[in-house]
């Protein structure tokens, strides 16, 4: 039987290392290079418009899991959000150039995909017992299949939708 202290440490692991790469990824977003602007134009070169709309959507986004991920709060909403910001860059940007994310002209997809099923995990089986969602009774209710299809209609669902409405990927480059 496993230690049930070992999985609540590993749940605490997976719970703050996606908590500080999203947050680092917010913040800089906010607040380093080219800010709200430059992430903006960034999206609009993606495909995802209006770009300053999707660049504060995911920046605000990326900050505000951030706090329920190292806290453990509606852990597996916070997941599904991490995970549907995820696979939006999986599709957008990281796709098309491969796997391995030394790839150039842009990354390929091995972090992005780590990240989602990390996320994934963390929203099937919750946050543990070391987080709020323990101390307010909650985790019962949200992990487990609950949690998988949190996952699944908020981050998959959530990222499908997004991406349906607002990506118009660019097309072919031609010669004028």
Do not use: C
């Not at 440490?9 to 430059?38: D, N, P, Y």
């Not at 709060?73 to 796997?99: E, S």
């Not at 099937?124 to 992990?143: F, I, P, Q, T, Y």
């Amino acid at each position: 039987m496993t230690d049930p202290d070992a999985v609540n440490l590993a749940l605490l692991v997976l719970r703050l290392t996606l908590a500080a790469v999203m947050f680092a990824h917010g913040w800089a977003h906010l607040f380093s290079g080219g800010r709200i602007q430059g992430v903006a134009s960034w999206f609009d070169s993606l495909g995802m418009r209006p770009g300053k709309l999707h660049a504060w959507l995911a920046s605000l986004t990326e900050v505000g899991v951030a706090p329920l991920l190292a806290l453990g709060l509606l852990t597996p909403v916070a997941m599904a959000a991490t995970a549907g910001l995820l696979i939006v860059a999986w599709v957008t940007n990281h796709r098309d150039a491969g796997f391995f994310v030394y790839n150039r002209p842009t990354e390929g997809y091995e972090y992005v995909m780590s990240l989602v099923a990390m996320s994934f995990v963390g929203a099937v089986l919750g946050a543990g017992e070391w987080s709020l969602d323990r101390a307010l009774d909650l985790d019962g209710d949200l992990s487990g299949w609950v949690g998988a299809v949190i996952f699944l209609v908020v981050g998959v669902g959530g990222a499908a939708g997004l991406l349906l409405v607002f990506w118009r990927p660019p097309g072919p480059e031609t010669d004028d």
